[in-house]
């Protein structure tokens, strides 16, 4: 996608792959700001702080951090150490685990010495991958749109949580991607933007919107239930961190309050899913997946420019008030309407689901 008239991808290898790239999304929307990275260390503080964020791009991002590491140690002991440090950054979203199996695998069973150049290659690949996955999603959500539109006779009133736009994948995102395919197709779409407090991620959306000329209108979280039931909005798009083989999905906290008002009120509710979100081992999302806790400063402090347009915090809870800050929750099948992949589009349920699933697992699993 564009910023200005530039293309940019939200992270990106120098041509000697001596450094990585990436768009400092704690900078946004105020400043946009690019950071090189050129150590395992700064790639995995980078995830950490969520200077890169959303499932596909941490994926991706923890990719290039393996073969940053193994520039300077490429023995066995320092692909495991770079594996282990990348996979502690963030324990909720599949595809950082899924993207450092895949590098490690493909690694182990390489002589030390062909290592860092496979690293990196195996790293663009799943980058250019992510593009790909996302694109398709795009067309097969856009038709969705197309659809809604043709029925309605007006332009499609959609609601978004927290963000999975092009800056939280490597390119097109997941939720945007249907969003600017339909919108360049003339069909009319007006885009409900959840703030999605404590980070305010809804504010990424909206400035890639507004970048890509988007009609949309930023609301607070808890704004969403009321206009679905004025009829103010006829579908649901979120994106997701994890999807069981059930087609449970943990997503961004909010995500299941969104689902339980889209059911009470008949509006359809899909997650944007590219296959490597979906994670098979999982058959209690309750009991299974690990829910992140972030730090309580997140939301004790708001973060935003004053008056005069300068970098500001504000303080809205003293120190001394406990805090719980949960960054995921996980919504039920039964209220997923459906999954957008890049495969197409399937109910929530695992008997839809299996023929996405790859046969070395499938083989190998007793489905229930």
């Avoid at 890639?208 to 609301?219: D, K, M, N, Q, R």
């Amino acid at each position: 996608m564009k910023v200005g008239d530039r293309h940019f991808r939200s992270l990106w290898a120098d041509a000697p792959r001596a450094r990585v790239h990436i768009i400092d999304q704690t900078r946004l929307p105020y400043a946009f700001e690019t950071r090189a990275l050129s150590t395992l260390e700064e790639t995995a503080e980078a995830i950490r702080a969520m200077r890169v964020r959303g499932a596909p791009l941490i994926g991706v991002a923890a990719a290039f951090g393996v073969a940053l590491a193994l520039e300077r140690d490429n023995s066995d002991a320092g692909l495991k150490r770079a594996v282990a440090t990348l996979k502690a950054t963030r324990p909720t979203a599949v595809n950082l685990a899924w993207a450092l199996g895949r590098v490690e695998q493909k690694l182990l069973a390489l002589k030390p010495l062909k290592r860092t150049e496979a690293a990196w290659t195996e790293a663009q690949a799943i980058a250019d991958e992510d593009v790909a996955l996302n694109e398709a999603i795009g067309r097969h959500g856009a038709k969705l749109i197309e659809k809604l539109y043709l029925k309605l006779k007006r332009p499609v009133n959609v609601l978004t949580h927290c963000n999975a736009g092009w800056i939280a994948t490597v390119d097109w995102g997941t939720v945007t991607a249907p969003l600017y395919m339909a919108h360049d197709q003339k069909v009319p779409v007006h885009v409900w933007v959840d703030e999605t407090r404590p980070r305010n991620q809804g504010l990424l959306t909206a400035w890639e919107l507004a970048s890509h000329g988007v009609p949309h209108t930023l609301i607070t979280d808890n704004a969403g239930g009321h206009l679905m039931q004025r009829g103010q909005v006829d579908l649901v798009l979120v994106g997701a961190d994890r999807v069981t083989r059930h087609g449970d999905v943990c997503n961004k906290i909010g995500t299941y309050l969104k689902a339980l008002a889209a059911q009470a009120n008949g509006i359809p509710f899909y997650a944007c899913v590219p296959t490597p979100t979906i994670d098979w081992s999982i058959t209690d999302a309750l009991a299974q997946i690990p829910i992140e806790e972030r730090a309580p400063e997140e939301v004790r402090i708001v973060r935003g420019l004053d008056v005069h347009g300068v970098p500001s915090e504000v303080a809205i809870a003293s120190p001394a008030t406990p805090v719980a800050n949960p960054a995921f929750d996980v919504t039920p099948a039964e209220f997923v309407t459906g999954l957008i992949t890049e495969k197409g589009v399937f109910k929530a349920s695992e008997r839809d689901l299996i023929v996405l699933w790859p046969k070395s697992h499938r083989d190998q699993a007793y489905l229930t």
